[in-house]
């Protein structure tokens, strides 16, 4: 079973940049770490891993209304930021799913 790369900052955009709360931040990360232990117990099924980034998209939609209670949404900065993470991880695992499938349930 391969462990994900531990040199790699999840979200890095989003820490890096004020607009977005860093607790608000680390909730998205949580939802990705999720998928990342999934994935590290060498789980194949393509089904089952889009079931998985569905969830973790989901999670991520019912955090809007917090980012703009703390004057913040998840707009292009935190899309890309994301975007950019689930590649790296679907890179990182050999997953054969295009990014915008794996986040295709997003609502930003």
């Given amino acids: ?21 860093d607790f608000l931040t680390d909730k998205v990360r949580n939802y990705i770490m999720d998928v990342i232990r999934f994935l590290e117990t060498g789980e194949k099924d393509l089904h ?6 569905d969830e973790m998209t989901l999670a991520i939609n019912e955090l809007q209304e917090e980012f703009e209670e703390n004057d913040s949404e998840i707009e292009t900065g935190a899309r890309e930021s994301i975007g950019e993470t689930v590649a790296y991880i679907l890179d990182w695992f050999d997953i054969g799913l295009d990014v915008e499938d794996a986040i295709g349930e997003r609502e930003w």
């Fill in 48 to 53: 089952k891993i889009q079931c998985k980034f």
């Fill in 1 to 21: 079973m391969k462990k994900f790369d531990q040199e790699y900052r999840l979200l890095e955009a989003m820490y890096e940049d004020t607009y977005f709360p």
